[in-house]
């Protein structure tokens, strides 16, 4: 079974504090992706990355950044927290090989920016 | 316009009803074509997967894809209180990294 876990639940955090929110998979996935998800809006794409060391944007990068040291974790950093990303974020590992590319998703992390 | 429009609800219906859910596209390079799942405070799950047109089912659940009209449908049979969540349409295509996801129904099944 696919399994995705994420470091927190629940964070609480300062405006101007420097977050990290770390995902790790356990199924030799290629591909992973951090997504926040706010009521309305459904999921968007913070960034994603292919491999080892590899980073795309996406959909909304500005205020965030990740890294990718290991194949397995793949982190994302909000440089300086502000209140406008308190959301649920979501991180998904995929994989294009072996016929069912479909993502999975970890339990996401409820962060809120005061 | 989106690349993925899906009707955020929210819909009630009695235990045992049968749900119709939808999403449209204008994307007519997606290929695949998925609905998740998610529980209130959860991560999404993956509920059924479909490559291309057609239909697909398992148990109580069948996917359709009209490729011409670029809709896509989920049913839930015999629905149940244990179904409410809010379901997600995502597609995707061929080659692409990026899954978009429609931004969810709010489905409420009532006992």
């Known amino acids: 079974d696919v399994k995705v876990t994420q470091s927190s639940r629940y964070l609480v955090k300062r405006t101007g504090e420097k977050v990290f929110l770390e995902c790790v998979q356990d199924?030799?996935?290629?591909?992973m992706f951090w997504y926040r998800q706010d009521p309305g809006l459904g999921l968007r794409l913070i960034y994603f990355?292919?491999?080892?060391?590899?980073?795309e944007k996406g959909d909304i990068p500005e205020g965030y950044s990740v890294s990718r040291e290991k194949k397995e974790r793949f982190s994302l950093i909000l440089e300086s927290a502000s209140t406008n990303q308190t959301s649920m974020y979501l991180c998904a590992s995929d994989s294009r090989t072996g016929g069912r590319d479909t993502q999975y998703f970890g339990p996401g992390t409820r962060l809120t920016v005061l | 316009q989106k690349e993925v429009e899906q009707d955020p609800g929210p819909l009630s219906v009695p235990e045992g009803a049968i749900v119709s859910l939808n999403c449209t596209y204008s994307?007519?390079?997606?290929?695949?074509f998925m609905w998740y799942r998610q529980y209130s405070r959860k991560g999404p799950e993956l509920l059924m997967y479909t490559y291309s047109s057609g239909n697909k089912e398992d148990g109580r659940f069948t996917a359709q894809v009209d490729k011409s009209s670029k809709y896509i449908s989920l049913f839930i049979r015999d629905s149940q209180p244990s179904d409410s969540a809010t379901y997600l349409c995502?597609?995707?295509?061929?080659?692409?990294?990026?899954?978009?996801f429609g931004a969810g129904t709010r489905l409420f099944v009532k006992a």
């Open positions: 994307n007519s390079a997606f290929q695949y």
């Open positions: 199924m030799d996935h290629e591909n």
């Open positions: 995502a597609m995707r295509d061929t080659g692409g990294f990026k899954t978009i």
């Open positions: 990355s292919y491999d080892v060391k590899m980073k």
